[in-house]
């Protein structure tokens, strides 16, 4: 089944301790990307990928970091959480930047 | 830079009375235009897009949307609306050169017995 699978589905954490939410697409799509979901702002991006070692900052990057080494794994990783990255995150997928998108089913991340 | 308005945080509708989702975009270019549905603990869903060609753009469950060049506006709407399309709607737009894809903030679409 195609699908795009992010874990863990629910992460509650403290204040700076590192943490890694992982996202991983069986359609050997070239495009990938992480959205922050927040009451009111809608989706945002953080990060997305073109293609493998590529990777580019979306509208609100900061605090956040990414890797594409390879093309179906791309981890979100939060080096030292602050509650203010306390969010409902979502991982994507398409074929090229400007196909349809999907989504895996998103991670609830809580930072104390 | 592009952006997406959503102006209604939450539309009302009747079961069987139709519906529309309104959106208006600013982007350099020719627009591509989404519009993704996301229900009550789920991630989201394509519904439909526009590209090119015919304004008006059909889509999944229904669904469709219409592209008005002159207004920037990419409206979704239904012809007779259920229970179970109420759902958050999203509206987004990138560009062909594409690598940014920006949402809106979503409308809470409601439909009632």
């Known amino acids: 089944e195609a699908q795009v699978t992010q874990n863990p589905r629910y992460l509650i954490t403290v204040t700076g301790k590192k943490l890694t939410v992982t996202c991983s697409q069986n359609?050997?799509?070239?495009?990938m990307s992480w959205y922050r979901q927040d009451p009111g702002l809608g989706l945002r991006q953080i990060y997305y990928?073109?293609?493998?070692?590529?990777?580019d900052k979306g509208d609100v990057p900061e605090g956040y970091k990414v890797s594409r080494k390879e093309k179906r794994n791309f981890p979100l990783i939060l080096e030292s959480p602050s509650p203010n990255q306390t969010s409902l995150y979502f991982c994507?997928?398409?074929?090229?930047?400007?196909?349809?998108?999907?989504f895996g089913s998103g991670t609830q991340l809580s930072v104390l | 830079a592009q952006s997406v308005a959503q102006p209604e945080d939450q539309v009302n509708v009747a079961e069987g009375n139709p519906l529309t989702v309104k959106c208006t975009y600013s982007?350099?270019?020719?627009?591509?235009l989404f519009w993704y549905v996301q229900y009550p603990n789920r991630g989201l869903q394509f519904l439909l897009k526009?590209?090119?060609?015919?304004?008006l753009v059909k889509g999944s469950y229904g669904f469709e949307a219409e592209f008005n060049k002159s207004q920037t506006s990419f409206h979704l709407k239904k012809p007779s609306a259920l229970v179970s399309d109420s759902a958050l709607y999203f509206c987004?737009?990138?560009?062909?050169?594409?690598?940014?894809?920006?949402f809106g903030t979503g409308t809470r679409l409601q439909v009632m017995l």
């Open positions: 994507a997928s398409s074929l090229q930047g400007n196909e349809k998108l999907f």
């Open positions: 982007v350099s270019g020719n627009p591509y």
């Open positions: 990928s073109m293609n493998v070692e590529v990777t």
């Open positions: 987004a737009v990138t560009r062909w050169t594409a690598s940014k894809l920006t």
């Open positions: 359609m050997n799509h070239e495009y």
């Open positions: 526009y590209i090119t060609g015919d304004n």
